[in-house]
């Protein structure tokens, strides 16, 4: 479990790629103080269990569901990522649970400045749109933020200048791709809601024996 308050920009050491799957190095300092093997490093986003590592990196192993579904399978030698070591019991919650399970990817459509923040609007697909609120919290590319916008086809946030410091995000460019995580409370009570609504929902007797039966076919 992550809060997106991201701790470290790391760098893409190297990427080996078997088939599906993926090996990727990543050069960092603040994540690996304490580290163990087995520990969870959110990696963009991604919940990333550490299978090795020295003083200044540490490696994990990216399976196919996770390289299908979250934009890793484009990561290079020398890209930024945005790091974040797994939360302990007693730390603040500064941002929002995040659990670090990718539900897509989303595209920058534009950027636009406004005083001393910049808006950042991103295209996504319905599966995620329907899950995302005004006001409520989105983890992008592992960053906790704020959604001030969102209509049927994009999303809104707006980055202060601390969050521009300390991640990625204002880094990339119009049509990069970044990993979208909706807020997880709202998708468990999405869910609770559909299976309530089907299982109230009466079913109707009529169907094609009764249409035939009584002589409407």
Same mark, same amino acid.
Not at 71 to 95: F, I
Not at 174 to 197: F, P, Q, R, W
């Given at each position: 479990m992550f809060?997106? %308050?991201?701790?470290?920009i790391?760098?893409?050491?190297?990427?080996?790629?078997?088939?599906?799957?993926?090996?990727i190095?990543?050069k960092?300092e603040k994540? #690996?103080?304490?580290?163990?093997l087995?520990?969870?490093?959110? +990696?963009?986003g991604?919940?990333l269990?550490v +299978?090795?590592?020295?003083k200044?990196s540490?490696?994990?192993?990216?399976?196919a569901e +996770?390289m299908?579904?979250s934009?890793?399978?484009?990561l290079k030698?020398g890209?930024?990522?945005? #790091?974040?070591?797994?939360?302990?019991v007693?730390?603040? %919650?500064?941002?929002h #649970?995040v659990?670090?399970?990718i539900?897509?990817?989303g595209?920058?459509?534009?950027?636009?400045?406004?005083?001393n923040?910049?808006w950042?609007s991103i295209?996504?697909?319905?599966?995620?749109?329907k899950?995302?609120?005004?006001?409520?919290s989105i983890?992008i590319?592992?960053v906790?933020l704020?959604?001030?916008y969102?209509?049927?086809e994009i999303?809104?946030?707006?980055?202060?200048?601390?969050t521009?410091d300390e991640t990625?995000l %204002?880094?990339?460019?119009v049509?990069?791709?970044?990993?979208?995580?909706?807020d997880?409370?709202?998708?468990y009570?999405?869910?609770l809601l559909?299976?309530?609504?089907?299982?109230e929902?009466?079913?109707?007797s009529?169907?094609m024996?009764?249409l035939?039966?009584n002589?409407f076919l």
């Amino acid at each position: 479990m992550f809060t997106g %308050l991201v701790e470290e920009i790391g760098t893409i050491d190297t990427v080996t790629k078997g088939v599906k799957s993926a090996k990727i190095k990543i050069k960092a300092e603040k994540v #690996l103080a304490g580290v163990k093997l087995g520990d969870s490093i959110s +990696t963009n986003g991604v919940c990333l269990t550490v +299978t090795e590592f020295s003083k200044n990196s540490f490696v994990v192993d990216v399976m196919a569901e +996770t390289m299908r579904r979250s934009s890793l399978d484009n990561l290079k030698k020398g890209d930024k990522v945005n #790091l974040e070591r797994a939360l302990r019991v007693g730390d603040r %919650l500064g941002g929002h #649970l995040v659990s670090g399970h990718i539900d897509g990817v989303g595209a920058i459509k534009k950027f636009e400045e406004e005083d001393n923040a910049t808006w950042v609007s991103i295209g996504a697909s319905s599966n995620i749109l329907k899950y995302i609120v005004m006001k409520g919290s989105i983890a992008i590319d592992g960053v906790s933020l704020t959604v001030a916008y969102v209509d049927n086809e994009i999303f809104k946030v707006s980055i202060i200048p601390h969050t521009k410091d300390e991640t990625t995000l %204002l880094k990339k460019k119009v049509g990069d791709t970044v990993n979208l995580e909706c807020d997880m409370i709202g998708k468990y009570v999405a869910k609770l809601l559909g299976h309530s609504e089907e299982e109230e929902k009466p079913k109707s007797s009529i169907d094609m024996n009764f249409l035939k039966e009584n002589g409407f076919l």
